[in-house]
């Protein structure tokens, strides 16, 4: 086998780990988090971790920072595709990060939605990991604010987004979607200058 290949498929094995333990932090939280069970579900040994990472911190620490460039992935390209289709880059973002689909992916999800509460219990490597991950969702916004935005609304709008997901998602049946319409459009109402309904 060359370099080449052995590198490649090191680096593979490398992303089914961190895919992995993505889903199982956003699903299970920081604690939840087993090495053994996440080598397991990416199809590898336990015994190959090492080869990976130093630590079940700085494992955890970069599946935190794979789960948030998926999650902004997979939101840009949404927000991208009804931005096409004449909405305003607020909304599309607003209106895609409070859906049903979101709410129901707690494991594709956000990750910042899906640990909010936990983050300030982390330490090190992982805490820095964690705000990290907060700080690229504020951005999010910023970048689909309008033009002229007063200072501070990607804060205020994140921080809605965020606590709307985890509030929506501690009550079943109808109460979850019922509580991100609301904030759908509070938000939409007092930020979004293009109209349109939510």
Known sequence: MSPESKQSRRDQSHERILDAAARAV??????????????????????GFYAHFESREALLAEAIAYAGTKSIERMQAR???????????????????LSETHLNTLDQGCPVAALAS???RVGGELRDASAKRMIEVIKMV???????????????I???????????RMFDGEKRMEVLRDCRSALLAQYDRSGGSS
Request: net charge negative.
């Open 158 to 168: 994140a921080s809605s987004m965020i606590g709307a997901m985890q509030m929506a």
């Open 26 to 47: 956003c699903r299970d939280g920081y604690a939840g988090v087993g090495v053994a069970a996440v080598m397991k579900e990416a199809g590898l040994t336990h015994g």
């Open 118 to 120: 936990e983050m300030p």
């Open 142 to 156: 910023e970048d689909a604010l309008p033009a002229g935005s007063r200072a501070g609304a990607a804060v205020a």
């Open 79 to 97: 927000t991208r595709g009804m931005v096409a289709q004449g909405v305003s880059p607020l909304r599309a973002l607003v209106e895609g990060y």
